[in-house]
Each structure stands twice: as structure tokens, then as C-alpha cells.
Nanobody, 119 residues
Framework: QVQLVESGGGLVQAGGSLRLSCAAS????????MGWFRQAPGKEREFVAV????????SYVDSVKGRFTISRDNAKNMVYLQMNSVKPEDTAVYYC????????????WGQGTQVTVSS
């Protein structure tokens, strides 16, 4: 019902910036929360950030607080992750995800986009 496609990944130097985008299509009205997750080499997938339907509430994992900003544009069916002051440990495949208001877990997932931060 919902398709998510990430873009914007690539290679960036430590201390630099990168903006990830996620385009949603299909039954986008079903999405309440949008989140970003990442999976680094040899590690499990972890939560990065989430934003509610209006964009009024956001939450971040401690390791990215003050550096990353999640935002959404419902008119364009887009969600973004602005990554500033990136660190090598931010290297991972980043996934966007969506869930309905009554879902305990994320129902919709993108294919992922690789972010590599060089020293």
C-alpha cells in the first residue's frame, strides 16, 4: 500500500553534511510516524530518528542528537534526514520507515541508501 524510496546517500568526509530524502507513494495518508533507521557493518539495525504526522514532535538516538535533523513535507510526501557534523561511526545503510497510528512497529520500509563517512 505504501512504497518508500530513499536517496541522497554517498561518500562524505568527516565533519561534512549530507541530506537523505525519502519519497513516499501509494496510500500515504496511512502514515502517521516516519522514521530513519540505520545498520552499520557487523551491527544490528538501530533507530535513528522519528517525526510525527505534523512534524511537531521529533526524537533522536543519543548518538546523533544535535547533529541530525529529521523533517517531513506532507504536501510532497517526503521525509528528510539532514546529517551535519558527520562522523565515521555514522557509516551505515540508512532506511526510512513508516507506521500507522495504531501500529506498534514500522510497517513500511525503503530499500536503504548507503552513507559512508571517511576520516
Amino acid at each position: 500500500q505504501v512504497q518508500l524510496v530513499e536517496s541522497g546517500g554517498g561518500l562524505v568526509q568527516a565533519g561534512g553534511s549530507l541530506r537523505l530524502s525519502c519519497a513516499a507513494s501509494g496510500r500515504t495518508s496511512s502514515i502517521y510516524d516516519m522514521g530513519w533507521f540505520r545498520q552499520a557493518p557487523g551491527k544490528e539495525r538501530e533507530f535513528v530518528a522519528v517525526i510525527n504526522w505534523s512534524g511537531s514532535t521529533t526524537s533522536y538516538v543519543d548518538s546523533v542528537k544535535g547533529r541530525f535533523t529529521i523533517s517531513r513535507d506532507n504536501a510532497k510526501n517526503m521525509v528528510y534526514l539532514q546529517m551535519n557534523s558527520v562522523k565515521p561511526e555514522d557509516t551505515a545503510v540508512y532506511y526510512c520507515a513508516g507506521r500507522s497510528g495504531w501500529s506498534p512497529s514500522y510497517q513500511y520500509w525503503g530499500q536503504g541508501t548507503q552513507v559512508t563517512v571517511s576520516s
